[in-house]
């Protein structure tokens, strides 16, 4: 049995180190999605921990998966992807060391992921179903979130999430447009 299972976006990070004279930064790769975060600190002190992600079949995809390996995750559940790019995250820092994202995933193979595609088997197997609020924006990964996360709540898990939720609404369309639908659960966009 697994401790933690969690769905959503394994991708790199390009951030900024430096920049040149004309303002174009040296960026350095790095893993990166919240999900994968969480589960590598949850391994790093013991705990029994899966995850649930779609990446591409490129060099990015491998690095993420070999390196959630080597983090002590279960990586049964990462597929590889060879229609789609493994998801970048341009990370960039304001004169306060604000950070700033720009994604390149039109689609990311993160967006990519379907709930045909996942074993339900692995849900049921974990005390926790944990998920966050990039996997909330596109199709079919949003689908997909809903179903595991509805899947693993009729199975009497445990559901968490990672409330992200300004860049969420964001880039979903602003005011008006609630990515988290039947996830919501009532609560003020101020108690998320």
């Known amino acids: ?36 975060n969480f589960l590598a600190a949850l391994s790093a002190y013991g705990k029994k921990t899966a995850f649930l992600a779609k990446v591409g079949d490129d060099t990015f995809g491998h690095l993420l998966t070999g390196t959630m390996r080597r983090a002590g995750i279960d990586t049964r559940g990462i597929l590889i992807s060879p229609d789609t790019f493994t998801t970048l995250a341009f990370v960039t820092f304001d004169a306060h060391g604000d950070r700033s994202f720009a994604f390149a995933r039109k689609p990311g193979a993160d967006t990519q992921l379907r709930w045909e595609e996942i074993d339900p088997a692995m849900l049921a197997e974990s005390r926790v179903f944990h998920f966050g609020s990039l996997s909330c924006t596109d199709e079919p990964a949003r689908t997909a979130t809903q179903k595991a996360a509805a899947y693993a709540r009729a199975h009497g898990r445990l559901v968490t999430y990672d409330p992200n939720y300004p860049a969420v609404e964001n880039r979903v369309g602003g005011k008006g447009t609630d990515p988290l639908g039947p996830f919501a659960g009532g609560y003020r966009q101020d108690q998320r």
Do not use: F, H, Q, S
């Not at 969690?6 to 004309?22: H, I, P, Q």
């Open 1 to 36: 049995m697994y401790d933690v299972i969690a769905l959503g976006e394994l991708l790199v990070d390009l951030a900024e180190r430096t920049k040149d004279e004309n303002g174009y930064p040296t960026l350095a790769a790095n893993p990166g999605g919240a999900p994968g």
